[in-house]
């Protein structure tokens, strides 16, 4: 499963032994980390990333924001856009904290297939003062647990992935010079030094914690993006459902979809699409309170919206006729596997 939030994440710290840390000695650290797990296909040359300077005294002052850095084969090379906004970063002045974030596309492994990530992994470099780099790794992936979010077992995916992970972490310690400090254990797993504990003996800390939690996170995020409003269908059946695929230049976004019983409908992000998933959701969202406020059936509003969609940059119902799913937790299943 792919989730929203970290399923697990490990720390480095660094301290100016031998000299300030600046802004360009964080990034080539992360560089390089971004490279160590895209020897394993962890990473790919698709990547972006942020560089965010606040104010020492003010972390809400912001000095640099040079968002959407693309990072290809040589992320580091003249003139590209993170040189660029390096120079910025290195000319700064006075004191101020620095936070260098990468997020990672990449692929894990299944016995019947490859799979890619929009966000498979995060790297963020923080520096403090001049005197303190904060390195941490973080994974939106269960495929490095024996069980997955879900609490099923997943031997095949495990062996496939597992030894990938525990190798990255290996070689970024050589890297930084020392192991890492394992994140606490969380609603999903408990990572540790090589990757994760197996929970399979002691259980994991919440049942089904995808099911319970992924949810409402995704909801989260995806009402973050429009107005709040009470004029809307409900937005959870235990009814069968029906659906329409999204797709945009190919790749699947999401799915619409509308309770056959009751006045449930909505939109589920394909979690794996990363934050196209959600930025699409929320004109698809928009669209079905249209449909609510003409007084159209949830099912009517689905055919609707399938021929009357947003804008095209949005993407498009690539069926011709609704399909069908047993239920909604079947749909969002579906959608945070692949």
Known sequence: ??????????????????????????????????????????????????????????????????????????PLAPGSDLTEAVAQAEALDGDFVLTFRIECPGWWLEPGGDHRAEK???????????????????????????????????????????????????GISALLGGAPTPGDENRYAAPSATGFKDLRNEGPAYVDAWGTFEGLDRASLLNARIPRSEDEYESYTEHPVRYFTIQREGRTLGFIWASADDAAAGYVP?????????????????????????????????????????????????????????????????????
């Open 1 to 74: 499963m792919i989730t929203s939030t970290p399923v697990g994440d490990w720390t480095w710290e660094l301290t100016a032994d031998d000299g300030e840390i600046r802004p360009v000695r964080a990034v080539h650290i992360a560089v390089a980390i971004w490279n160590e797990l895209a020897k394993r296909n962890l990473a790919v040359p698709e990547s972006k990333a942020r560089i965010l300077a606040r104010s020492g005294a003010k972390l809400r002052e912001i000095r640099l924001d040079a968002s959407g850095l693309r990072l290809g084969p040589a």
């Open 120 to 170: 498979l992994f995060s790297i963020q470099a923080e520096v403090w003062g001049g005197d303190l780099l904060v390195v941490t790794l973080e994974t939106y992936s269960d495929a490095w647990l024996t069980m997955d979010t879900r609490d099923r077992e997943q031997p095949g995916v495990y062996a496939a992935n597992a030894p990938r992970l525990a190798a990255a972490l290996e």
């Open 270 to 338: 394909r979690t794996a699409a990363g934050e196209d998933a959600f930025d699409v959701g929320a004109a698809w969202l928009l669209r079905l309170r249209e449909a609510y406020s003409q007084g159209l059936s949830p099912l009517a509003a689905l055919s609707w919206v399938a021929q009357n969609p947003p804008h095209p940059g949005n993407g498009q119902v690539v069926e011709d006729t609704p399909q069908d799913a047993p239920s909604l937790d079947a749909l969002e299943d579906f959608s945070g596997r692949y």
